[in-house]
C-alpha cells in the first residue's frame, strides 16, 4: 500500500508570493493533519481536516489555509509568504477520532527567499 | 508550542550499546507515540501506548509510560549505525487528533 504521499518535495518562493502544497492520505484514512517542522524543532501542528471538515487549528496567522477534498486528499495554501514561512511542510494522515497512529508524508520542503 | 521536552538533547554512542531517551509532557493524553526522523526528512512511526498502559515492546524498541509523572521513555537495545536520527516523543489533545511534539532528541550511533 501506498504511505502518504506529499508534492512537491522541494519548492523555492519569493516573499509575498502564493503556495500551494498537496497530500494523499493513505487509502481509508480519512483524517489529514499539517505540521510546520522549523530547522532544529519539533513540528508544529497547523491544522486537522476530519471528513473534510476543519476539526482543528493550530496557532497561525490566516495566511495558513487548508481544505480537504471529497476522496480525503488535502491542500495547504500560504499566502503572502515570509522568510519565517520557510520550513518542512509534514502532511500526517490516520484513521481519525482518537486511539490511532499517524504516519507522515516525507514532507515539502519550502524555502523562501 | 512544544508540549515536552526530550532529554536529553544529543545522545552518541557506540554500535551495540542501548540508548535511552526520556520525554516529558503537561496535559493528560490519550496516547504517547514516538517518531524517528532522518535528516530533516519525514517522520517515521515507531511505537503507540495508550494511556492506560505502562510498558510497550516492538523488536528492540521498550517503551514505558508513567502517567502520574508524565514522562515516557524510549530505550533502543543492541543499537545500529541505521538508527541515528531524530526521535521525537508526541502526545495528543484529548478528543482531537492534534499531536505536540516535543523537542526531540538527536541519537548519533558510532560504528
Known amino acids: 500500500d501506498a504511505g502518504v504521499t506529499q508534492s512537491p518535495t522541494h519548492l523555492i518562493k519569493t516573499r509575498g508570493q502564493q503556495v500551494t502544497l498537496r497530500c494523499s492520505p493513505i487509502s481509508g484514512h480519512k483524517s489529514v493533519s499539517w505540521y510546520q517542522q522549523v530547522l532544529g524543532q519539533g513540528p508544529q501542528f497547523i491544522f486537522q481536516y476530519y471528513e473534510k471538515e476543519e476539526r482543528g487549528r493550530g496557532n497561525f496567522p490566516d495566511r495558513f489555509s487548508a481544505r480537504q477534498f471529497p476522496n480525503y486528499s488535502s491542500e495547504l495554501n500560504v499566502n503572502a509568504l515570509l522568510l519565517g514561512d520557510s520550513a518542512l511542510y509534514l502532511c500526517?494522515?490516520?484513521?481519525?477520532?482518537?486511539?490511532?497512529?499517524?504516519?507522515f508524508g516525507q514532507g515539502t520542503r519550502l524555502t523562501v527567499v | 508550542s512544544q508540549q515536552g521536552e526530550e532529554d536529553p538533547q544529543a545522545l552518541s554512542i557506540q554500535e551495540g550499546e542501548n540508548a535511552t531517551m526520556n520525554c516529558s509532557y503537561k496535559t493528560s493524553i490519550n496516547n504517547l507515540q514516538w517518531y524517528r526522523q532522518n535528516s530533516g526528512r519525514g517522520l517515521v512511526h515507531l511505537i503507540l501506548?495508550?494511556?492506560?498502559?505502562r510498558e510497550k515492546h516492538s523488536g528492540r524498541l521498550r517503551v514505558t509510560l508513567d502517567t502520574s509523572k508524565k514522562s515516557s521513555s524510549l530505550l533502543i537495545t543492541a543499537s545500529r549505525a541505521a538508527d541515528t536520527a531524530s526521535y521525537f516523543c508526541a502526545t495528543d489533545e484529548r478528543n482531537t487528533d492534534k499531536l505536540i511534539f516535543g523537542t526531540g532528541t538527536r541519537l548519533q550511533v558510532f560504528p
Open positions: 501506548i495508550r494511556s492506560n498502559e
Open positions: 500526517a494522515s490516520s484513521l481519525g477520532q482518537g486511539y490511532t497512529e499517524a504516519f
